[in-house]
């Protein structure tokens, strides 16, 4: 197990530091791996002049795995777009072909004040969106501008999902929930959209090598309301580019803790990019504060989706549970009663807890 770690910036070094603290200890437990570090986003900018240095995007295409914190910050603003941090995250998907953007969106009994909907209607929740990363209107071609027959200018861009890229993200799909509960609602608007018509025909022939996973469908606006409604009917969620993106948002604030949520982006071959789904938090970067559970809970994800290590990834799951169940808690999920503790406390925690 190769794992490039890409601290990047701001608050990044600081969890990055904890979720490599989680690592040492499962590799003392026996768990066999390798990790190398390399400058990413603005620090790969201030050593290299680029935020995805060719020897990171090396290392990273050599790993099975990459390990990221988050990257951007002021320093960075005023750069041209090319040299922007986020330019490497937006150019590491793409040269290692990240199509799979898996985003689990889980209530921990312990934070259900964070979140913004009533107790009984979070509590309990677990759903995984997984969204198409590389295809959809995003993408498609043709798109621009023109000037219609009656001299009227118009913006237009291209719905288009090819056989290849539906089964393969449905695939994710179906291999996703065999490891969970085994439901499966594939989101389109099968009603308005030829698009959606195609993706929902090889959903449906996809389904018939997974006989155990129960399908359905729903329309990306039903499945908007649905979310906020009654968001724990769902397991595991598939869906394009552009509804993905925006299901994505909703849900992950369903559980009110952006420092609590981790991602994975997968390629073909179960290759993938872990990080929290949180940006690099300039305001509190270097204050020992920031919460590093997301980051830590990235590790667990990438145990279970590439290297199928299920038993050291609940492992973790776990600890972090243990963890909330003592009362402690970083400054952005604290609550009057409990401990708080810093960044690095709060990682020292998980891994007593391990
Ligand atoms: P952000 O996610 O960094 O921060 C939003 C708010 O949440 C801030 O108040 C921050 O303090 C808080 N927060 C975020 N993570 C936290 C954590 N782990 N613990 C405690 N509090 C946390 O979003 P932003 O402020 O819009 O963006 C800051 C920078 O991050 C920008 O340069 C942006 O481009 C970049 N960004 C990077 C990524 C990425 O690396 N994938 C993603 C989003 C934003």
Known sequence: MKIAVLAGDGIGPEIVAQATKVLDTLRRDGLKMETEVAAFGGAGFDAFGDPLPESTLQLAQAADAVLCGAVGGPKYDALPRAQRPEQGILRIRKALNLFANLRPAIMYPELVGASSLKPEVVSGLDVM???????????????????????????????????????????????????????????????????????????????????????????????AMQLVRRPKQFDVIVTGNIFGDILSDEASMLTGSIGMLPSAS?????????????????????????????????????????????????????????????????????????????????????????
């Open 129 to 223: 969106i997984i969204r198409e990363l590389t295809g959809d209107i995003y993408f498609g071609e043709p798109r621009g501008r023109t000037t219609n027959a009656q001299g009227d200018t118009e913006g237009f861009d291209t719905m288009r999902y090819s056989q290849t890229e539906i089964r393969r993200i449905a695939e994710i799909g179906f291999q996703t929930a065999m490891k969970r509960a085994k439901r499966l609602c594939s989101v389109d608007k099968e009603n308005v959209l030829e698009t959606s018509r195609f993706w929902r025909e090889i959903v449906i022939d996809v389904a018939k090598q997974y006989p155990e996973v129960e399908l359905s469908h729903m329309y990306v606006d039903n499945a």
């Open 266 to 354: 997968l390629d073909a071959k179960r290759k993938g990019l872990y990080e929290p789904i949180h940006g690099s938090a300039p305001d509190i970067a270097g204050k020992d504060v920031a919460n590093p559970l997301a980051t830590i809970l990235s590790v667990a994800m990438m145990l279970r989706y590439t290297f199928n290590q299920d038993e050291w990834a609940q492992r973790i799951e776990k600890a972090v549970k243990a963890v909330l169940g003592r009362g402690l808690r970083t400054a952005d999920i604290f609550e009057p009663g409990m401990t708080k503790l810093g960044t690095q406390a709060m990682g020292d925690a998980v891994v007593a807890a391990l």
